[in-house]
């Protein structure tokens, strides 16, 4: 059982459209939530990170979180074909854990 | 931006055989980690370190062996390689645990 569970498995955007992404976790240890971006045959780079309630936005980008249901969800609008790569949720504690990821939410915006 | 830097990026072995995969940062950067990621299995932390010398266990640590010799250098050894360590690893580093992890480029382990 992943302890970061995110769905869909996959997504087809049209180009310009929102994509939107779900990601729990299931310990409750968790405090800080990460959206990585992965595109194909890369590394993992951070997209995003939020550690309070609430929303937070950056450019097209806008991720939401309630630390109650240890719910993130990763909304992207007016999707490009560059925007196309597995998208991984991370979770992390202050125990020095380092980051547990779920397998991810693969996207792919067509034009 | 943070660089952090893997070698081999490629590397086939025979079953049994000794693998040796080295990391180095240079973001001055306490933790290091090193993940497999695998189809289905998604991205799992093997071990990691916050300091030269220091070792923890992650979540998949069996077959496998680490060693911080110095802030910059993080080792992972692999001391009788199975077909079940195929796989593609990462090394990453973060100055702190809530502050942005780093990837390197990746090694490309494949075990026959």
């Known amino acids: 059982q992943q302890k970061v569970q995110q769905s869909p498995e996959s997504l087809i955007v049209p180009e310009g459209g929102m994509a939107s992404l779900n990601c729990t976790s299931s310990?409750?240890?968790?405090?800080y939530f990460w959206w990585y971006r992965q595109h194909s045959g890369k590394s993992p780079k951070m997209l995003m990170s939020i550690f309070s309630n609430g929303e937070k936005e950056e450019g097209r980008f806008t991720v939401h979180l309630n630390k109650a249901s240890l719910h993130t969800s990763l909304h992207i609008r007016d999707s490009q074909p560059s925007d196309s790569a597995l998208y991984l949720c991370a979770a992390s504690n202050n125990y020095a854990q380092g980051l547990t990821f779920g397998l991810g939410t693969r996207v792919s915006v067509f034009p | 931006e943070a660089a952090v830097t893997q070698s081999p990026r490629n590397k086939v072995t025979v079953t049994g055989g000794n693998v040796t995969l080295s990391c180095r940062q240079t973001?001055?950067?306490?933790?290091m980690y090193w993940y497999r990621q695998d189809t289905g299995h998604g991205l799992r932390l093997i071990h990691y370190?916050?300091?030269?010398?220091?070792?923890q266990i992650g979540d998949v640590p069996d077959g496998y062996k680490a060693t911080r010799t110095t802030q910059e250098d993080f080792f992972l050894l692999l001391e009788l390689a199975s077909p079940s360590q195929t796989s593609l690893y990462f090394c990453?580093?973060?100055?702190?645990?809530?502050?942005?992890?780093?990837f390197g480029k990746g090694t490309r382990l494949t075990v026959v």
């Open positions: 370190s916050y300091g030269a010398g220091n070792l």
């Open positions: 973001n001055s950067h306490n933790y």
């Open positions: 990453a580093s973060s100055g702190t645990t809530n502050t942005e992890v780093f």
């Open positions: 310990d409750r240890n968790v405090d």
